[in-house]
């Protein structure tokens, strides 16, 4: 064992306490989860209105995924394969209705964006304590293909769109440059783990929260800026297209998923063929099942070697989601994805505080960031990206009924006006986040 990893790893031991499956088969995160969820139930707040479809897209997409888990097994998948294909979606759905029961103001979801946060920061100080006295300090060639984990890239990427919303709506200067200063040690935490869909992911949602800003003073603000970075942005494509220095790996990671591909590419696209072809022999209505492997279509890129279910957890969520459960099951899971989106931007835009707005903008991009990781490094099968999707399905259940940007189901809304008559509805922005 290295000498670093313990220091590295402070918390290994929470890991090994909540994250190791007992011998049900069941991990202990799961039980507290689902302990929260009942005792949240029993409170009168927490049986509160929730966005009828959402909840039911919610529903749905567990029920598709325990009816391919059994269509798989009938067609002679292998339980355990299909466990662990499985297990991720379904604790996803009950962290999403858990956080939904528990969370039921604006405020308490601004605690959890401050929790987000922190462990953005404390990842990020471990990436960069890693690099700094291990990496640079001894010389390691070559660097590791990463530094601290995969699904590291969901949380940081966020946590920049939640500082930078947060930076665009607040009045004070102070926090901004607080925000823009956390926001550049987030982009070194990236670059030193060198995943390139963070730059991707980071762009796109960067767009998508310039679209959901309402328009107003902070748009026409951000219009500026934008305007006068303009120039400097084409500059920096200019001279660093195509040039390996650190500084311009955002750039490669434009360039390597699209007009230069390197090895990561090329192997991700054999794979892509395999989950097609898998598609095409079993049917697309209704897919494998879970529990099967998808066909193998090159063994030059093969990673049996270190990771032995490798045929049954590809990179692309996306595309294995279609080969293992067909266009049904894909539109069964997948439903609540545009369903939160639509609610969330609504609730960016109609939230009746500014509070509740940010927060739709920051669910909306959060889910463009997790299909990013979905899409192209196993989004599905990491615990950050998995929860960082239930919790934009948790604020579009329950937030936009308190904000007032979705009416509450008949007999439930006089119970869903009395959140909006706390404090919280006239809070300062400047209270929202990092300040």
């Not at 039980?31 to 509160?48: D, N, Q, R, T």
């Not at 355990?80 to 759905?93: K, N």
């Not at 750039?251 to 390597?256: D, E, G, K, N, R």
């Amino acid at each position: 064992m290295s000498p670093y990893s313990v220091w590295l790893s402070p918390f290994g031991w929470a890991h090994q306490a909540l994250f190791e499956a007992l011998p049900w088969k069941i991990r202990p995160f799961d039980h507290i989860v689902a302990i929260c969820y009942v005792v949240a139930l029993m409170s009168p707040e927490g049986k509160g209105p929730r966005v009828v479809p959402v909840r039911n897209a919610l529903l749905l997409s567990g029920a598709t995924t325990v009816l391919w888990f059994v269509y798989g097994i009938a067609r002679g998948g292998g339980a355990w394969q299909a466990s662990w294909q499985i297990y991720l979606m379904l604790s996803g759905v009950l962290f999403a209705f858990a956080i939904g029961a528990a969370f039921r103001t604006t405020q308490h979801f601004v605690m959890l964006a401050k929790v987000v946060l922190a462990v953005a920061a404390y990842r990020a100080l471990m990436c960069w304590l890693f690099y700094i006295l291990y990496i640079h300090t001894m010389r390691i060639q070559p660097a590791p293909e990463y530094i601290t984990s995969h699904d590291d890239t969901v949380l940081w990427v966020v946590s920049m769109l939640i500082v930078t919303i947060h930076g665009i709506e607040t009045p004070r200067v102070s926090t901004r440059i607080k925000c823009a200063l956390f926001f550049l040690f987030l982009c070194g935490a990236v670059m030193f783990n060198q995943r390139r869909i963070a730059w991707l992911s980071l762009a796109m949602g960067l767009a998508l929260l310039f679209v959901l800003l309402p328009p107003g003073r902070n748009k026409r603000r951000v219009t500026r800026w934008v305007l006068v970075a303009a120039p400097f942005l084409v500059l920096y494509v200019i001279v660093g297209w195509g040039r390996s220095e650190r500084l311009f790996k955002p750039l490669q990671s434009f360039a390597t998923v699209s007009t230069q591909e390197d090895t990561s590419t090329k192997a991700r696209n054999v794979e892509n063929l395999g989950l097609i072809a898998t598609s095409n022999a079993n049917g697309l209505l209704m897919g494998t099942g879970w529990g099967h492997p998808y066909i193998e279509v090159s063994s030059k890129y093969s990673i049996a070697e270190y990771f032995p279910l490798w045929q049954y957890i590809p990179h692309n969520s996306i595309l294995g989601l279609l080969a293992y459960t067909g266009v049904l099951g894909f539109c069964g899971y997948w439903l609540i994805y545009p369903t939160a989106m639509f609610v969330n931007a609504r609730l960016a835009r109609m939230g009746n505080t500014p509070l509740a707005r940010e927060a739709g903008v920051i669910g909306a991009t959060q889910l463009l960031v997790c299909a990013f990781q979905y899409y192209g490094d196993m989004g599905i099968y990491y615990p950050k990206s998995v929860y960082m999707l239930a919790l934009s399905y948790s604020v579009a259940l329950r937030l936009p009924i308190l904000a007032g940007a979705w009416p509450a189901p008949k007999g439930m809304r006089r119970k869903a006006q009395a959140p909006l008559r706390e404090p919280i509805a006239v809070a300062p922005v400047a209270n929202s986040g990092v300040s």
